[in-house]
């Protein structure tokens, strides 16, 4: 008996697409049309920005909702939903601290950065590969509590607001949506996304996935390159 899902969230980078950001357009596109006709949402939620994550479904973008920027921008198709703002105080916290370590930046600030007045809806960072975990533990202590520290891996370090994660973006839909946690289904292979799976009753670690993230979810896949995604999918909604 196949279960009742209403949203589907995956992940993009080493979740949904293959190493050279493409994936299987055909076989997505049907299975796509076939979870419309299922009443299923279909949602991308990354840390990547809104932007971004349009130009990878393209013209799917405008039947779908999108989680970016790890919570902090959420997107029913054509709607708003919400955007984060990260509090004055706290951007000034965050470049006092950044300044001490010229190494996590991979760009010098600008002298007149603590004066721009647009909304901030995250910092995004890039320290060495190798030193991922260490920096994320320094900027949760130094920070304290202000910004939460997640990451994706492979250098990619985001500071988002403390609760605004993944899960939280999730949770706006559902409500929105009428449907329940447990008709949700994510997947994903970070860190940043272990909220995500703990939030939904079918959660997908992707076989290439990080130990913790293989922890946090109810089961295991296979890897990006192996279209993990659209397999389980497939399972679910593909043609009988």
Not at 26 to 38: P, V
Not at 83 to 96: G, H, L, Y
Request: proline fraction near 2%; include cysteine.
């Amino acid at each position: 008996m196949k279960p009742d899902i209403r949203l589907v969230a995956v992940d993009i980078d080493g979740t949904f697409v293959h190493s050279d950001y493409t994936y299987d357009r055909q076989r997505f596109e049907r299975l796509f049309e076939a979870m419309k006709k299922a009443g299923c949402r279909f949602v991308a939620a990354s840390g990547n920005q809104y932007a971004q994550l349009r130009d990878v479904f393209g013209e799917y973008a405008a039947d779908m909702a999108f989680v970016a920027e790890n919570g902090a921008y959420v997107q029913d198709r054509n709607e708003l939903v919400f955007a984060a703002n990260m509090d004055r105080q706290v951007v000034q916290d965050v470049i006092e601290a950044l300044d001490k370590d010229s190494a996590i930046q991979t760009v010098r600030w600008g002298d007149d950065f603590r004066m721009v007045g647009d909304q901030i809806l995250k910092f995004a960072l890039t320290v060495p590969e190798e030193k991922t975990s260490e920096y994320c533990e320094w900027l949760r202590q130094e920070l304290n509590g202000k910004v939460e520290p997640t990451t994706s891996g492979h250098g990619s370090i985001d500071l988002i607001v403390p609760g605004c994660h993944k899960a939280s973006g999730l949770k706006r839909l559902v409500e929105r949506w009428g449907i329940r946690p447990e008709q949700c289904a994510a997947f994903g292979d970070g860190g940043n996304d272990i909220e995500m799976l703990q939030y939904c009753g079918y959660s997908f670690a992707m076989d290439n996935a990080d130990k913790a993230v293989k922890k946090a979810a109810k089961f295991v896949c296979p890897s990006n390159e192996e279209d993990g995604v659209l397999v389980v999918l497939e399972q679910w909604f593909g043609e009988k």
